[in-house]
Structures are given as structure tokens and as C-alpha cells.
């Protein structure tokens, strides 16, 4: 019996397909018979997937090797030619086992004769790592992508969406050749009026650990991050993200600077990143009820009634630790304006970052903002109808 977090054969294949996009097309029509996939494959393809399935799927390569040595019609290159240096005890075991009836059907085995080139393509393939930040966007998530050499050859892509209140959202793997990786990470850092930025891959991987350890108990990581995520949050204690590396380059911020966020706020350059609470929903419902109702006195009052609104909110909605969560969007934001040139703009996410740093209050004109921009929908019709009664009192 398989132990009980292995996998069979036809799901790991999938899995492979996933991360090996290059060969997808080819491994998924085999739909997990192991002699059609050494039919589809060529050489090289088919040593790649095993390769894959040996270093991440152990038991599933082991049978996979198994199931191609026992066949004498098929061609044993990709057995011959997998690399042992990375495998665990378990997947080390099953090649053995697989060059052993090789051996049994007069199959030479020895030492590669490409091993040293092997090893000096492994060392130009380590060189090759790097990682891309997003702006964060009005949802207040962001992608961040981990670029890292594959053992077995080319590039593995981690893509991954980030939210500081929601956690982990996505994750996927691609299997890319290096070029096409470098190509891919040129490509989407220069996409667009907002691209993503170069960020090192070590704060990059402080910042998925962080925003993994605020992962909410109501929603589960990504089974393949749950599987990933020592080796791509594994950095030393202290590790600072790209936010902390901006704050650092950038200095002592004058408070003033947070006059600039409240406007790129309302510019809807930041933010206005939705709490996920239900009292925003019932805000919007008092708002649009003073709407319906008629207010005794001027349109002033009707205002002063809205402002004390939106003042209570502010208290209620933007404490701990939603109050934490925005600080650290700002920071990030920070780094992302300080990579685009515009280090004023980085201040200012500096400086709104550190007026998250205390608890909100009605003297917080960046949460004030950040709510004013996600109720504007019904302020604005609120203020359209306040219009609407002053023409039709002028009319008469």
C-alpha cells in the first residue's frame, strides 16, 4: 500500500504536465499509461518528465522507471540518462532498481559519458535565479513570480498571488528553458504605464512568508504552496522584504509626505483595498438610507450626518489588524515607486505606511480617503440627489 500522501501515476503525470508547460501538450494524450508516454515523448523529453517525477513524485517516478525498464521494445536513454546527484533515498532506489533489470536485458550500464558537461551546465543553470514584484492592485493583491534553476534542466517559474489580508491566493509552476524564462521576466517588467519590478529573490521569499503566516484558518493555501513552501519561504530570520529595502534606501520620511498619499489614494493610484468586513457592507447601507430619507435642514446636515458616518467607520474598520495589513501594503507600494524612479511617491507610501503604524482615527486622512473611494459609488449618488434638490428649489 502506498503511503498516505503519495500520489498514483496518472496524477503525478499531471502534475508534471503542469510544471513542464514545454511538454504539456505530449504528457497529457498519454493520459498516465507509461508505455504511450515513452511513445509520445522523444529522448529528451521523456528524461525531463522522469527526471520530474523522480525529484517531486518519488513513488510515481519509481514506478515509472519500473514500468519502462521492464520493456525490452522501448528505448532505455531517458533511465540511462537520469541524474541521480538530486533525488531523495527513495527516488535513488527506484533508478537503481530500474538500471538493475536493464542489466538483467544486457543493457550496459555505466557512467555517463556527458557527466562532466552535466555538471558544468548545472552550475550555469544554479546562476540563473530571480523574482518580480506587482503593484499591489485596488483588491489589494499582488503577483510576485520566483524564477530558480531546475535541476534537470531550464528554469522553474513560481507564480504566486499575494494579499496581506487573504493570504495565499494562487500558486502555480512552470517548467521554462532559460532563455524563455529571462524573456518572460524581461517582458512583464517592461508591460504597461504600471510594470512589475526586479525585486531579490531572498525578500521576495521574506514576503511570501509573511503574507503566508497571515493565511485566514477559513481559507486553506494552495495544495501545491503547501507543498512548496519550505523551499520558497526558506530564508534567514531578519530577511527584509522589498518594502523594508526601500525604507532603508530612502531614509527618514517627513510626515508631511502622507499629504501625497491621501492624493494618489483618491487619483485611485493606491488602494482602496476592501477590508473584509461586514461593516462596510452595513456603512454603505446608512449611506444610502439617508439618501432615501428625508433629512431635516439643509443639505449641510445631511453631510454633517454622512461625515459622522464615515468618522465611526474609520475608527471600526481601519483598526487591528487590518490596520497592519494596509501599513504593509503602503511599505510594499514603497518599493514599487522607488524601482518606477518616482521617489517622492515612495515616500509618501513611507509615510502612509507609519500612520498605519498607530491606531486609526478620524484624524487619519489616508484611511479616510481609502474609505471615501470605496463608498464613492454611493457618496456620489448621495451627493447627485443633494444636487438635484437644491435645481429644484432654485425652480421654484
Known amino acids: 500500500m502506498s503511503p498516505p500522501d503519495s500520489i498514483g501515476l496518472p496524477e503525478a503525470l499531471e502534475r508534471a504536465a503542469t510544471a513542464l508547460r514545454s511538454d504539456a501538450d505530449v504528457i497529457r494524450p498519454a493520459n498516465g499509461d ?12 521523456a528524461t525531463r518528465v522522469l527526471q520530474w517525477l523522480l525529484e517531486n513524485e518519488p513513488l510515481a517516478g519509481g514506478q515509472l522507471a519500473a514500468d519502462w525498464a521492464d520493456d525490452p521494445d522501448l528505448d532505455p536513454a531517458p533511465l540511462l540518462r537520469a541524474d541521480a546527484r538530486p533525488l531523495s533515498k527513495v527516488a535513488k532506489k527506484a533508478l537503481r532498481r530500474a538500471h ?6 544486457g543493457v550496459e550500464i555505466g557512467e555517463p559519458a556527458t557527466e562532466k558537461v552535466v555538471a558544468t551546465i548545472g552550475k550555469v543553470e544554479e546562476a540563473l535565479s530571480g523574482a518580480v514584484v506587482t503593484a499591489v492592485d485596488p483588491r489589494g493583491s499582488r503577483m510576485v513570480y520566483l524564477v530558480e534553476a531546475n535541476p534537470s534542466g531550464g528554469t522553474r517559474i513560481f507564480e504566486i498571488l499575494l494579499d496581506d489580508e487573504r493570504g495565499i491566493g494562487a500558486f502555480e509552476i512552470y517548467g521554462a528553458a532559460r532563455g524563455k524564462a529571462s524573456r518572460f521576466l524581461q517582458n ?5 504605464d504600471r510594470p512589475a ?5 531572498d525578500s521576495v521569499r521574506a514576503l511570501i512568508a509573511r503574507v503566508a ?6 481559507r486553506s493555501a494552495p495544495r501545491g504552496f503547501s507543498e512548496w513552501r519550505s523551499r520558497i519561504t526558506g530564508v534567514a530570520e531578519g ?3 522589498p518594502g523594508m529595502l526601500a525604507r532603508g534606501a530612502l531614509g527618514a520620511v517627513d510626515t508631511t509626505a502622507g499629504e501625497r498619499a491621501v492624493e494618489l489614494v483618491r487619483a485611485k493610484a493606491l488602494g482602496p483595498w476592501p477590508p473584509e468586513n461586514p461593516a462596510l457592507q452595513e456603512i454603505a447601507e446608512k449611506i444610502v438610507e439617508l439618501e432615501k430619507s ?7 446636515a ?8 464615515l468618522d465611526a467607520a474609520v475608527t471600526e474598520l481601519y483598526g487591528e489588524p487590518f490596520a497592519s495589513r494596509c501599513a504593509e501594503r503602503f511599505e510594499e507600494m514603497a518599493y514599487v515607486y522607488w524601482k518606477w524612479g518616482k521617489e517622492d511617491d515612495a515616500r509618501a507610501c513611507l509615510a502612509a505606511a507609519d500612520a498605519f503604524g498607530s491606531p486609526a482615527s478620524t484624524e487619519h486622512p489616508v484611511a479616510r480617503a481609502l474609505l471615501e473611494v470605496l463608498l464613492s459609488p454611493v457618496l456620489n449618488r448621495l451627493e447627485a440627489a443633494a444636487g438635484d434638490g437644491e435645481a429644484a428649489g432654485e425652480g421654484r
Do not use: W
Open 294 to 300: 428625508e433629512v431635516e435642514g439643509s443639505d449641510a
Open 239 to 241: 530577511t527584509p522584504t
Open 213 to 218: 503566516s497571515h493565511q485566514p484558518a477559513n
Open 34 to 45: 507509461p508505455y504511450r508516454l515513452h511513445e509520445l515523448l522523444d529522448a529528451d523529453a
Open 302 to 309: 445631511r453631510r454633517e450626518q454622512v461625515d459622522g458616518i
Open 197 to 201: 519590478v526586479d525585486a531579490p529573490s
Open 100 to 105: 538493475h533489470r536493464l542489466r538483467t536485458r
Open 188 to 192: 512583464i517588467t517592461r508591460r504597461g
